[in-house]
């Protein structure tokens, strides 16, 4: 019973600490006296867990050691060995226990150990906390510490703030004491300081300790810290580092050498926001004040679309220098003229381009559009299709054939007829081009077959604009038609990016055609066209892909069709697609290019006719050719810097091609043809001096069903004999194959036989060119050009005693068939062309052309279908900044050669402009509403076809 009374010396000795406690507690103090006399209470009465309830109470409301060492005496007296062992051994490390009462609770562990399982957990360092088995029950207190505990198996972890927990699992027994050291690691990061120069002292703090030298590596808990990284004769730098645990955070120091005297420049340009470069180093935007070192520097001051200024200075202590920049639009460069991009004037070839701006300030809407007033080039329309004569040749049954038109530097001409889209079969419109490259003259160096008198490639814009990333285009006007497009599109233009569009477009068409002494045509001169696109660019790698549906009903009565067919009526359908993956892979001296495409083509042609089967009768029928293809291939490239002033291309390329046609008949039959073609091609450009470039190629083109071996060379030189001119002078031949259509194409021999054999064109043509600058805006060019052109694939009529005859009757066939045949004429052209461009912005330019054109042994539908005299003027001009622009062109064409036909004068206009998010433009096409009737080449069909008349167009775009 000396326990029980010296509980009750403990609740004195209680009470005294209690009613010591402040005023503003007294309420809780007397609770916990409460609570602790009945506790004393129960455990007189031996009701130890009443007991345990009460001191519990008590303990919460005034913690007290005597309390606890009653708690423990109860679960003793409970012989709940473990929890009263930890209670005494929560009162033996208690830093205010009195001697006596230390003395009797050393006693009680000594009584307790041979009872329970003990586990002594020391850690290194001190104070971590302790879990037992389980985390989620709270620590069982902080190291060192011994633990009683059931006996067994056991996982002890141990955590502090800062440092790696640590774990042990240990087995226990009764009776025993198991000792358990951990060690806990601290949790860092690591810094890597590296830079110039070497040695310099990294602290954290300005005069603070030196943490180490250049390079350094340091380790520090995670966290932000902040260097200060110092050298005499340096400029010292600070460097923010998060420190990350486990990882090692790489951080580049370069100091600044302390800067010698120094001088004030101030740049200055004639437009804000101009690049600064000091030295090759970027410094800054126009306007902008410079302090540089005493001595000569290079200043350069660049912007996009306008020509970098260079001007080398020389700074002297504590004076100022000015440099006012003056900077001139600039064309952008070109890519088509060796599959690279060159800037216009350094590569040999005669090139055009137009560029977005103009696009949208003269309201495009095609290709052809676009062409209808560049130098060198005659359009004609039959109401189908667009043609592109180039330098006055636009031969008879061409459909584009000769010219190579590239979507990005992907051949959109197709093999089945080799034609080439100039319509709305490329695209609805013109809205996603960024800008249209022509390079006249033969390209078959670079290209192979059909860059014959020229290479077109049309380049597509990356993103909508910058940071707009949808756009919404709608159009109506014209000859009764609407159009639509919505495109949008996500990244940067010089960076990773991807573009969709869709587009569709219809129109009724013009509701009469004057056939002259044929007739007049009611309606069937609607059309239809659906387009879609995509594009992306990411790491070098660039897929695109398009495909667009055209059907053009025809009212010219082709093939004596009946003028006015009753439905389905004369009409083409057209479907152009392709895909093309592309990778492209830069280097110091070498550039790689490798590309891997598939394209399709659908031609579905319906002509309409009628029998008079005599009494009032008449019978109906339509006729159809069909021509589809598929193709694919792939092409590498290689760009080498052999030596300073030299690049080296070579490339290789394979193409498989599987055809089907079927001859024009009211039941066609199809036939399938396949061809393999592999090319290979060279081209080296190198720089003679500061003032001469040469260019020369060849390539080699072999098509396994034909017997020739294309070989097409090409010499260029460029040279700025002065300043401010550059003249070019290109030598070169080019071929074209002929294609399935033309070799095989008949109408079951009513009137036309297949030509089953045709050898490759080939032109041979020299040119020179000249341009001067009279200033850095206003520039004129002129040029000439001869051209010979061998077995050039016509259209014409078997002469007599062909073995092969044609006629309506089979049993009796005896009519000269027509067929397509190699000319036997070497046919020559020669020609002059001037032009004098104006262009300050890219918003304002003043353009006007002039060519002219002789042929000589050429056959009369050639010369019928060449004006030897061309004139063509253009200009947009801003009136209130971009918000509107006016335009206007004008495009004349003499008689055709040795005829009084075909003279037309076109005269277009509109308005432009562009405000925030909105775009728009309104105009007139043909606003004299001339309607001369003017020769086509296109076999077949009617000699001449009318202009279509004035015509409206009004477009908006908003894109946000």
């Known amino acids: 019973m000396w326990r029980v009374s010296r509980s009750v010396i403990r609740a004195g000795v209680l009470a005294l600490v209690l009613a010591s406690l402040p005023a503003r507690a007294n309420n809780t103090a007397d609770e916990a006296d409460i609570a602790f006399r009945l506790g004393n209470t129960a455990y007189s009465k031996r009701d130890y867990e009443k007991a345990l309830a009460a001191y519990f109470l008590s303990h919460r409301l005034v913690p007290n050691t005597n309390v606890l060492y009653n708690i423990a005496r109860c679960y003793e007296a409970l012989k709940s060995y473990d929890e009263a062992y930890r209670y005494y051994y929560d009162l033996s490390i208690a830093k205010d226990l009195a001697a006596d009462d230390a003395r009797d609770v050393e006693k009680a562990l000594d009584r307790l150990s041979p009872k329970v399982a003990l586990l002594a957990v020391t850690t290194e360092p001190p104070g971590a906390d302790v879990y ?36 042990a699992s240990v087995k226990v027994a009764k009776g025993a004491e198991k000792k358990v050291s951990l060690k806990l690691t601290p949790i860092v990061g690591t810094v890597e300081l590296t830079g110039t120069p070497a040695g310099a002292e990294v602290r954290e703090t300005e005069g603070g300790p030196v943490l180490g030298t250049l390079p350094a590596k340091l380790t520090f808990a995670p966290g932000q810290r902040l260097f200060i990284v110092s050298a005499p004769g340096f400029n010292p730098t600070q460097v923010l580092v998060t420190v990350k645990a486990d990882e090692a955070a790489q951080v580049k120091a370069t100091l600044t050498q302390l800067p010698p005297p120094t001088g004030k420049v101030v740049v200055t340009a004639n437009r804000e926001n101009a690049l600064v470069r000091v030295d090759g180093k970027d410094s800054g935007f126009t306007p902008t004040v410079l302090v540089l070192p005493v001595g000569p520097h290079e200043v350069e001051v660049s912007l996009r679309d306008f020509r970098t200024v260079v001007q080398t200075i020389e700074v002297k202590q504590d004076e100022d220098y000015k440099v006012a920049a003056e900077l001139r639009y600039a064309a952008p460069k070109v890519r088509a003229a060796s599959k690279a991009l060159t800037d216009a004037d350094d590569a040999a070839a005669s090139i055009t381009i137009i560029t977005r701006e103009e696009i949208q300030a003269m309201g495009y809407q095609t290709l052809a559009d676009a062409l209808a007033a560049v130098r060198g080039v005659q359009l004609h329309q039959d109401r189908i299709y667009s043609y592109l004569g180039i330098r006055g040749l636009s031969p008879p049954g061409d459909l584009n054939t000769r010219v190579l038109i590239l979507w990005d530097g992907h051949s959109i001409n197709d093999i089945w007829a080799g034609q080439g889209f100039a319509e709305r079969t490329l695209d609805v419109d013109i809205a996603e081009i960024e800008r249209i490259e022509i390079v006249r003259g033969p390209g078959s160096a670079l290209y192979g077959t059909g860059a014959f008198f020229a290479v077109i490639n049309v380049v597509p814009r990356d993103v909508v604009a910058e940071n707009r990333h949808v756009e919404v285009i709608g159009g109506a006007g014209g000859l009764w038609g609407g159009k639509g497009r919505v495109t949008g599109s996500v990244g940067q233009v010089d960076g990773p990016s991807a573009l969709v569009t869709a587009a569709g477009f219809l129109s009724n068409g013009d509701p009469f055609t004057d056939l002259g002494d044929r007739g007049l045509v009611r309606g069937n001169d609607g059309e239809q066209a659906l387009n879609a696109g995509v594009r992306a660019k990411a790491g070098g790698f660039t897929l695109h892909g398009r495909f667009t549906k055209r059907t053009k009903q025809i009212a010219i009565a082709p093939y004596d069709t009946t003028l006015n067919p009753i439905a389905p009526g004369t009409r083409y359908d057209d479907s152009r697609g392709f895909a093309e993956l592309r990778w492209e892979k830069d280097w110091e001296r070498l550039s790689v290019a490798i590309r891997a495409y598939y394209d399709l083509t659908r031609y579905d042609g319906t002509y309409a006719y009628t029998d008079d089967l005599g009494l009032g009768t008449a019978r109906e029928y339509t006729q159809r050719d ?20 030299n ?34 091609y060279l081209l080296d450009e190198w720089r003679l001096g500061k003032r001469v470039a040469l260019t020369a190629g060849v390539r080699v083109d072999k098509y396994l069903d034909l017997d020739a071996l294309p070989v097409t060379p090409r010499l260029g030189i460029v040279a700025r004999l002065y300043d401010a001119g550059v003249t070019k002078l290109v030598a070169g031949s080019a071929f074209r194959a002929p294609n399935i259509y033309e070799t095989f194409q008949s109408d079951g021999l009513l009137t036309q036989r297949p030509a089953e054999r045709l050898a490759p064109e080939t032109i041979y043509t020299v040119e020179l060119e000249h341009g001067h600058d009279f200033n850095e805006e206003l520039r004129f060019t002129i040029g000439a050009y001869f051209n010979a052109i061998d077995k050039l694939v016509v259209f014409e009529t078997d002469a007599p005693g062909n073995p092969i005859l044609c006629g309506a009757d089979p049993a009796n066939r005896d009519q000269p068939c027509d067929v397509n045949n190699n000319s036997q004429n070497l046919i020559f052209a020669t020609g002059a062309e001037a032009q004098l461009r104006w262009q300050p912005s890219r918003f304002l330019f003043v353009d006007a ?7 000589f042994n050429a056959t009369s539908d050639l010369y019928l279908l060449t004006s030897q005299h061309i004139f063509a003027a253009k200009a947009a001009v801003p009136l209130l900044e971009n918000y509107v622009r006016v335009s206007a062109q004008m495009t004349y064409a003499s008689p055709r050669s040795g005829t009084g036909i075909g003279e037309t004068f076109l005269l277009n206009f509109g308005f432009s402009g562009a405000l925030s998010h909105f775009r728009y433009f309104a105009g007139v096409q043909n606003l004299l509403d001339s309607k001369t009737p003017v020769p086509v ?24």
């Open 132 to 167: 037992l088995d389980r985390e989620d029950l709270g620590a069982r207190g902080r190291s060192p510490l011994t633990l009683a505990t059931m006996p067994g198996q056991h996982k002890v972890k141990v955590k502090l703030e800062g440092l790696r927990e640590a774990e």
């Open 626 to 645: 069909l021509g589809t293809a598929d193709w694919g291939g792939v092409e590498a490239r290689a760009r080498i810097k052999l030596f300073e002033g």
């Open 849 to 855: 052309a002039y060519s002219f054109v002789r042929l």
């Open 937 to 960: 080449p296109t076999g077949g069909l009617s000699s001449a076809v009318p202009h279509y008349g004035r015509t409206f167009w009004l477009e908006l775009a908003l894109n946000f």
């Open 647 to 680: 690049v080296l291309s070579i490339g290789i390329e394979g193409q498989y091609q599987y055809i089907k046609q079927a001859d024009s008949a009211e039941a066609p039959v199809t036939v399938a043809y396949d061809r393999v073609l592999l090319s290979a």
